[in-house]
C-alpha cells in the first residue's frame, strides 16, 4: 500500500486483506475469548461510521474502553470518519466520566448498551 494513504485507509487494507481469518483475539471484561474476523470488524465498524455520519456531527465520540470488539470498531468508525474519540475508563465514577465528556465537548457517545 503506497505510503500517501492515512491510517483509517491503511487499517480497511488490512482487514479487507485478513478477509475471514481473525482480526482481532481478546478476552472480554467477563473473561470470555473472543476473535472477530477481518471481515466481521469492517462490517461493525463501517455500520457504527455510517451512524456517526448519519449523527450530522463532526465533534468527539466518546467511547467507553472496555476489551471488546465495539470498541475496536467504534475507534476504527472515528477514524473512517475524521472524528477524535475521548476513551472513558468504566472503572471511573459516573461523576467523573460525566464531567470528562462535558470538558471535551462530546456530544456523541458511541454504547453498547452496557455502559
Known amino acids: 500500500m503506497p505510503s500517501t494513504h492515512g491510517l483509517s485507509e491503511r487499517i480497511h487494507h488490512a482487514l479487507l486483506t485478513t478477509g475471514s481469518r481473525p482480526a482481532i483475539v481478546f478476552e472480554d471484561?467477563?473473561?470470555?475469548?473472543?476473535?472477530?474476523?477481518?471481515?466481521?470488524?469492517?462490517?461493525?465498524?463501517?455500520?457504527?461510521?455510517?451512524?456517526?455520519r448519519a449523527a450530522g456531527d463532526d465533534g468527539p465520540v466518546a467511547l467507553p474502553a472496555h476489551r471488546n470488539a465495539d470498541t475496536v470498531a467504534g475507534m476504527v468508525a472515528c477514524l473512517e470518519t475524521g472524528r477524535p474519540w475521548l476513551p472513558l475508563d468504566p472503572s471511573l465514577a459516573p461523576d467523573l466520566r460525566v464531567r470528562r465528556v462535558a470538558s471535551a465537548g462530546v456530544r456523541t457517545l458511541l454504547s453498547s448498551g452496557k455502559d
Do not use: M, W
Request: proline content about 0%; hydrophobic content about 35%; glycine content about 8%.
Open 29 to 52: 471484561d467477563d473473561g470470555i475469548r473472543t476473535s472477530l474476523s477481518g471481515n466481521e470488524l469492517l462490517r461493525h465498524s463501517r455500520a457504527i461510521a455510517h451512524r456517526l
